[in-house]
C-alpha cells in the first residue's frame, strides 16, 4: 500500500539487478533516471497509478530481460527505444492508454518470448518485423484498434504457442501459414472483420487446445482436422456465416468441453457421437438449420444446452445422465410427444424453454422436484390438463409461461403463494375460475390473462370481469345472530380508538406537501415518517446543498439529502417507499422532494464512513460480513418486496459503514436508472432493462472490489461477448491460478485462500455476461454461507465459471 511518486533518486541505485514496486498506489511518472540502473535484469512497476509516457531512458538498460508496467494509466506512444534490449525475454505493457502504432524496432527484440500490449488503444497495421520473432511463444495484442491483415509471414514463427489477436479491426482471411504452426495451442482471432473460409488444414499440424473464431465474417465449411491434435478443448465460432454439415470429425473429439457454434448456417444432422461427448459442459448450437432426431444423449458434465431455433424433432431427449446441467432451451424446434419423467432429475437446473414447439401430455407434478428452477417457459405448445399444484413448491421461481396451450381447470390458489414469482403468463388456454389474489397475480397484466374461457379477478388491471359472490342462506338461530352483532359491536367501541389513531398516523405518512416558492417553481414533497413532518421545509432542503448535503432540523437531528440526477418523473406509486427502509442494511428513507427539474431524497443521517473511503486495509472479517450483509438487503428487495426492486447502484460510494460494522445500502427510487455506470450490467446499458439478475452483475463487481480493493473503471464493454476491464483482468488472473496478482495485499491469504477461492468464484459467475448464467440472490447468499466449506483450487472452480468465451 505505498504511496506517492517513485522519486528521481532511483537511479542511483546503479548495481539493482530486481526492481519490482507492483501492486501499490504509487502515482506519477515512471523516472527516466531509471535508465542510468544499466545491470537491472527485473522491471515491474504494474498494478499502480501511474501516468505519463512509457520513457524512451528504458532502451539504455541492455541488461534488462523482463518488463512489467501492465496495470498502470500509462499514455503516448511506445518508445522505439525498447527494440534495443536485446535480452528482452518478457515485455507488458497490458491494460494502460498507450496509442499510435506498435513500433517496428520490437522486431528486433530476438530472444523475446512473450509480447503483452492487450487493452490498450494502439492503432495501425503489425509491423511485419513481428512475424520474424522466432523464439515468441506467446503473442497477445487483444482489445486494442489495430488493423490490417495478418500476413503468411507468420509461417515464421515456429514457437508460437498463444496467438491472441481479438478485439481489433483486423480485416482479410485467415493466412493458411497458421496452420503450419506445429507447437500452436491456442488461436483467438474473435471479433474483428476477417472474411472467407477457415483454412482447410487448420489442426491437421497444430497442436490446438482453444480456438475462437467468433463475431468475424467468414463463410464456408468447417475443416475436418480441427480436432487431429487430440487436444481441442474450446470451439468457438459463433455469429459468422458458416454453412454445411457439422464435420463427422467432431464427433469423435473426445476432449471438447466448450462448444459455441450458434448464429451460423449450419445444417443436417449432428454427426455421429457428437451428442455422447463425455466432458462437454457447455454447448450452443442455437440459430443454424440442424434437424434430425435428438432422442440419444450421453454427455454426463453438461451444465448448459442450447439447441433452439432451429428443425429438431422427435421427442424430447433423454438427458438423465447430464444431471450437472443448469440450463435446457430447445424452443422453438419441432420437437414433439409427451413430458419423459426422466427430464425431472436435474437438481441444478435454473433456466428451461421449451416454448414453441409441438410438446403434448400434461405437465408432470414431478417437475417441481427442480428446486433451482428461476425461469420455465412452456408455451406456445400442445399441453393439457391441470396446471400442477405442486408448482408452489418452486423456492426460486421468478418467471412462469405456461401461454398459448390447452391448459384447463383452476389455477392452483397456492400457486401465489411464491415469493420470488414476478411474471407469469397464463393467456390463451381453457383455464377458468379466480385468480389467486397473492403475490404476482396482484400486479398480473391484462395481456398475461386473456384468451381463456372464464376467468375472473378482483384485480381490475388484470382485465378480467369481477367474481360472483354467491351468498348462502344464514342456518344461524336468531339468538346466536344477535349475541354475535352485540359481541361485535364492543369490539368495535373498543378498538375504534386505536383504529383512528392509526389511520391517521397512515394519512400523515403518504400525505404530499405542495409549495410554490416566490419565483413560481413548484414543489412537492412527500414523507414517509410522521415524525419528521414539521422537521424541514424545502427551502432548508435546497439551503443544505450548499453545506456539504447536509440537513439538520431544529431537534438537532441530521439528514442527508442527494439529489436524483438523470429522471424524466417520479415513479407515481411510492406510497410503499417506506417499507424499503425496514431492513438492516438499508439506509432508511424519510422523505422525497421534487419539482419539475429537480429531485431530491431526504435519508436518515448516520455515524461511519462510506465503503470507498474505507475499503483498502480491511480484514477479510470485515470484508465478509459487508458481502454477506448486502446480498442480505438484495434479498430483501428481491424475494420480501411485492412487486420486487432492484437496488440499482451498488457501487462503495453508495454502501455506509456504521459504527457498528454494519454495510446500509442506500437506495435510490425504484425505476430510476441512474446508477455508476461500473456496476451496469450490459443487458441494462443496451435495453435500459433493470431486473434482478442486473443487481446480481452489480454485487459481482462489488465482491471484485472488495477482493481487488479496486474502485472500478466505469469504462464500456470490451465486446459484447466480454465484461469491462475490473472483469476481464479478475477473470483472466484467475484462470492462471494468479491469485496473488490482484488480491488486496492487505489481506492474510495464508489464513483465507479457501474461502477467498470461493468468493473469486462467486464474483465470476454473479459478472456473467448472460443474465441466464447468474445466481439468483437465494443462491449468492447460500454460497456466501458455505464459504467454509469451498476448495482452495483455482482450477476446480474456473471449470464452473463463464470463460471469455
Known amino acids: 500500500m505505498f504511496t506517492g511518486e517513485i522519486y528521481n533518486d532511483i537511479g542511483f541505485f546503479s548495481n539493482l539487478r530486481v526492481l519490482d514496486l507492483g501492486g501499490n498506489v504509487l502515482t506519477g511518472h515512471v523516472p527516466a533516471y531509471l535508465g542510468n540502473l544499466s545491470r537491472l535484469e527485473f522491471l515491474t512497476l504494474a498494478s499502480n497509478h501511474l501516468t505519463g509516457g512509457v520513457p524512451a531512458e528504458l532502451g539504455e538498460m541492455k541488461n534488462l530481460k523482463w518488463i512489467y508496467l501492465g496495470y498502470n494509466n500509462l499514455s503516448g506512444a511506445i518508445p522505439y527505444q525498447i527494440g534495443g534490449l536485446s535480452s528482452l525475454n518478457h515485455l507488458d505493457l497490458v491494460y494502460n492508454n498507450l496509442s499510435g502504432p506498435i513500433p517496428p524496432s520490437l522486431g528486433d527484440l530476438k530472444n523475446l518470448e512473450y509480447m503483452f500490449l492487450y487493452q490498450n488503444k494502439l492503432s495501425g497495421q503489425i509491423p511485419l518485423s513481428i512475424f520474424s520473432l522466432q523464439n515468441l511463444i506467446s503473442l497477445d495484442f487483444s482489445d486494442n484498434s489495430l488493423s490490417g491483415e495478418i500476413p503468411e509471414l507468420v509461417a515464421q514463427m515456429k514457437s508460437l504457442e498463444i496467438l491472441h489477436l481479438f478485439s481489433n479491426n483486423l480485416t482479410g482471411t485467415i493466412p493458411e501459414g497458421v496452420t503450419s504452426l506445429p507447437r500452436l495451442k491456442v488461436l483467438q482471432l474473435w471479433s474483428n472483420r476477417f472474411s472467407g473460409g477457415i483454412p482447410a488444414n487448420l489442426g491437421k499440424h497444430n497442436n490446438l487446445t482453444v480456438l475462437d473464431l467468433s463475431t468475424n465474417n467468414l463463410t464456408g465449411k468447417l475443416p475436418d482436422t480441427l480436432c487431429d491434435s487430440g487436444h481441442l478443448t474450446k470451439l468457438i465460432l459463433f455469429s459468422n456465416s458458416l454453412d454445411g454439415q457439422i464435420p463427422t470429425s467432431l464427433g469423435a473429439c473426445s476432449s471438447l468441453e466448450r462448444v459455441r457454434l450458434k448464429k451460423n448456417g449450419f445444417s443436417g444432422d449432428l454427426p455421429r457421437g457428437f451428442t455422447e461427448l463425455q466432458f462437454v459442459n457447455f454447448l450452443d448450437l442455437s ?40 440450463k435446457l432451451d430447445l424452443s ?75 391448459l384447463s381447470g383452476e389455477i392452483p390458489k397456492n400457486l401465489g403463494n411464491i415469493e420470488s414469482l414476478v411474471q407469469v403468463n397464463i393467456s390463451h388456454n381453457l383455464l377458468h375460475g379466480s385468480l389467486p389474489p397473492t403475490g404476482a397475480f396482484l400486479a398480473i397484466n391484462a395481456t398475461a390473462v386473456t384468451g381463456n374461457i372464464d376467468l375472473c379477478s378482483a384485480n381490475s388491471a388484470s382485465g378480467l370481469s369481477p367474481c360472483k359472490v354467491v351468498r348462502k342462506k344464514s342456518t344461524k338461530s336468531w339468538w346466536f345472530i344477535i349475541t354475535s352483532t352485540f359481541v361485535a359491536f364492543l369490539a368495535v367501541l373498543v378498538s375504534g380508538f386505536f383504529i383512528v389513531l392509526v389511520f391517521q398516523r397512515t394519512r400523515n405518512v403518504l400525505e404530499v406537501k405542495k409549495v410554490e416558492q416566490e419565483d413560481g417553481t413548484k414543489w412537492e414533497t412527500q414523507f414517509f415518517d410522521s415524525r419528521f413532518m414539521k422537521s424541514f421545509t424545502v427551502n432548508a432542503i435546497i439551503s443544505s446543498l450548499k453545506e456539504q448535503n447536509v440537513l439538520v432540523d431544529k431537534s438537532g437531528v441530521k439528514f442527508v439529502v442527494k439529489e436524483v440526477k438523470k429522471y424524466d418523473s417520479f415513479p407515481e406509486m411510492i406510497s410503499d417507499m417506506r417499507k424499503l427502509s425496514e431492513h438492516k442494511n438499508i439506509l432508511k428513507i424519510v422523505a422525497t422532494c421534487r419539482s419539475e427539474k429537480e429531485a431530491y431524497l431526504i435519508h436518515e443521517d448516520i455515524e461511519g464512513k462510506r465503503l470507498s473511503q474505507i475499503l483498502n486495509g480491511l480484514s477479510w472479517e470485515r470484508r465478509r460480513k459487508i458481502m454477506k450483509g448486502i446480498v442480505e438487503a438484495l434479498r430483501f428487495l428481491h424475494c420480501r418486496c411485492s412487486p420486487a426492486v432492484v437496488a440499482g447502484n451498488l457501487s462503495p460510494e453508495n454502501i455506509v459503514i456504521d459504527v457498528k460494522d454494519q454495510p446500509r445500502l442506500c437506495l435510490g427510487l425504484p425505476g430510476l436508472l441512474c446508477m455508476d455506470s461500473a456496476y451496469m450490467a450490459p443487458e441494462t446499458r443496451e435495453h435500459k432493462e433493470m431486473t434482478s439478475k442486473s443487481d446480481i452483475y452489480g454485487f459481482g463487481i462489488l465482491l471484485l472490489n472488495l477482493l481487488t480493493g479496486k474502485n472500478s473503471s466505469g469504462d464500456e464493454d470490451i465486446e459484447s461477448e466480454v465484461n469491462g476491464s475490473l472483469v476481464n483482468w479478475a477473470r483472466y488472473s484467475y484462470s492462471n491460478c494468479h491469485i496473488d496478482t490482484w488480491i488486496d495485499s492487505s489481506i492474510d491469504m495464508s489464513e483465507h485462500k479457501r474461502e477467498i ?40 472452480y474456473f471449470s464452473k465459471i463463464p470463460s471469455l468465451a
Request: aromatic content about 4%.
Open 287 to 326: 440459430n443454424n438449420n440442424l434437424q434430425g432426431n435428438i432422442n440419444t444423449w450421453d454427455m454426463p458434465q453438461l451444465e448448459m444446452l442450447d439447441l433452439s431455433q432451429n428443425n429438431f424433432s422427435g421427442e424430447l431427449p433423454d438427458l438423465s445422465r447430464s444431471k450437472r446441467l443448469k
Open 332 to 406: 422453438r424446434n419441432r420437437i414433439s410427444g409427451m413430458f419423459p419423467l426422466r427430464l425431472m432429475a436435474f437438481p441444478e437446473l435454473m433456466d428451461m424453454d421449451l416454448s414453441e414447439n409441438d410438446i403434448t401430455g400434461v405437465i408432470p407434478s414431478e417437475l417441481s422436484s427442480c428446486k433451482n428452477l428461476v425461469n420455465l417457459d412452456l408455451s406456445h405448445n400442445n399441453l393439457t390438463g391441470e396446471i400442477p399444484s405442486s408448482f408452489s413448491e418452486f423456492p426460486v421461481l421468478s418467471n412462469l409461461d405456461l401461454s398459448c396451450n390447452r
Open 757 to 796: 477461492v470461493h468468493v473469486m468464484n462467486l464474483a465470476l459467475n454473479c459478472t456473467a455476461i448472460d443474465p441466464q448464467e447468474r445466481p439468483c440472490t437465494k443462491n449468492v447468499l447460500q454460497a456466501l454461507e458455505s464459504t467454509s466449506s469451498s476448495s482452495s483450487s483455482c482450477t476446480t
